[in-house]
C-alpha cells in the first residue's frame, strides 16, 4: 500500500514538473511574440512617420517649384480662333470656350451674340506654368489678334469680340500691364492698343458644340477662311513651343 502511494506520488510529480515545463515554454513563447510585435509595431509607426515626411516635402517642392496649375482667361475675337491655337501650345493642359465680363449669368450663345449680355467670348486656358508662363500666353495673345480694333476682329463686329485680359491675380494684371506697355513702346501697331485689363469675376463654358470647334470642323466655311490662316501663321512663329513638331 506504501509502496502504491509512493507510486502515485511520483505520478504526481512528473505531472507537476511537465506541466511547470510546459507553462515555462509558453511563456517563452508569448514573450517572444510580444517583442517581435513591439518591434514590427515600431517599424510601421517610423515607416508611416517618414511617408508622411515625405509626402510632405513632395508637397513642398511642387509648391516651391510652381506645381499647379493656373488659369489665364483672355478675350481675342470670336472664341474658336484663340482656342485653336492655345490648344497646340506645349504647357497648356485644356482650352475651353466660354464667356466672361457680363452681367448674366449663364448666357446662352445666342443671348451674347446679340451684344447686350455685357460678354465677350473668351477662352480659358488651363496651363502648367513650369512649362509655359502667363507672360508667353500674352505673348502668343498678341500676335494671333488685333488689339487696335475696338469691339472688333476683322469680319465679327460687337461688344462680344473686344479685346480683353480677365486677371486672376495681381501678378498676371502686373504682367499684362507690362506687356502692353512694351509692346505699345516699340510701336508694332500704328494705332493705340484698346485691350482691357479687368479683374477675374465669372467664366461660363460655351455650348458643347462650341468646344474644340476647329478641330471638329476644320473645312467649314469660316474655318477654312478665318481661323486656319491665323493657325498657320501662329505654328511658323511659335513652333519651338508646339506639342507636335
Same mark, same amino acid.
Given at each position: ?24 515554454? /509558453?511563456? +517563452?513563447?508569448?514573450? %517572444?511574440?510580444?517583442?517581435?510585435? &513591439?518591434?514590427?509595431? !515600431? ?94 500666353? /500674352?505673348? +502668343?495673345?498678341?500676335? %494671333?489678334?488685333?488689339?487696335?480694333? &475696338?469691339?472688333?476682329? !476683322? ?91
Amino acid at each position: 500500500m506504501i509502496f502504491a502511494l509512493r507510486l502515485d506520488n511520483k505520478k504526481v510529480m512528473k505531472r507537476g514538473d511537465l506541466m511547470k515545463s510546459v507553462l515555462h515554454t /509558453l511563456v +517563452v513563447i508569448v514573450s %517572444i511574440f510580444a517583442v517581435f510585435s &513591439l518591434a514590427v509595431v !515600431g517599424d510601421h509607426s517610423t515607416a508611416s512617420a517618414q511617408e508622411k515626411e515625405n509626402k510632405s516635402d513632395n508637397a513642398k517642392d511642387r509648391k516651391a517649384k510652381g506645381g499647379k496649375n493656373e488659369i489665364a482667361t483672355l478675350a481675342g475675337g470670336c472664341f474658336w480662333c484663340l482656342e485653336a491655337v492655345y490648344n497646340d501650345l506645349r504647357g497648356v493642359e485644356k482650352v475651353v470656350s466660354g464667356y466672361s465680363g457680363g452681367h448674366v449669368v449663364k448666357p446662352t450663345y445666342e443671348q451674347v451674340t446679340r451684344g447686350n449680355t455685357g460678354h465677350a467670348e473668351v477662352v480659358q486656358v488651363i496651363f502648367d506654368p513650369r512649362v509655359i508662363t502667363f507672360q508667353e500666353l /500674352l505673348e +502668343v495673345f498678341f500676335t %494671333i489678334h488685333d488689339p487696335t480694333t &475696338l469691339n472688333r476682329q !476683322g469680319p465679327d463686329v460687337g461688344p462680344q469680340y473686344r479685346s480683353a485680359i480677365y486677371y486672376h491675380s495681381p501678378e498676371q494684371k502686373a504682367v499684362a500691364d507690362k506687356t502692353i506697355a512694351d509692346i505699345s513702346a516699340a510701336k508694332i501697331w500704328n494705332n493705340p492698343i484698346v485691350t482691357e485689363v479687368t479683374k477675374f469675376e465669372a467664366f461660363y463654358p460655351a455650348e458643347d458644340y462650341h468646344q474644340r470647334y476647329y478641330e471638329r470642323n476644320p473645312n467649314q466655311r469660316y474655318c477654312k477662311m478665318v481661323i486656319e490662316p491665323k493657325v498657320i501663321k501662329f505654328r511658323k512663329q511659335f513652333f519651338s513651343k508646339l506639342k507636335k513638331q
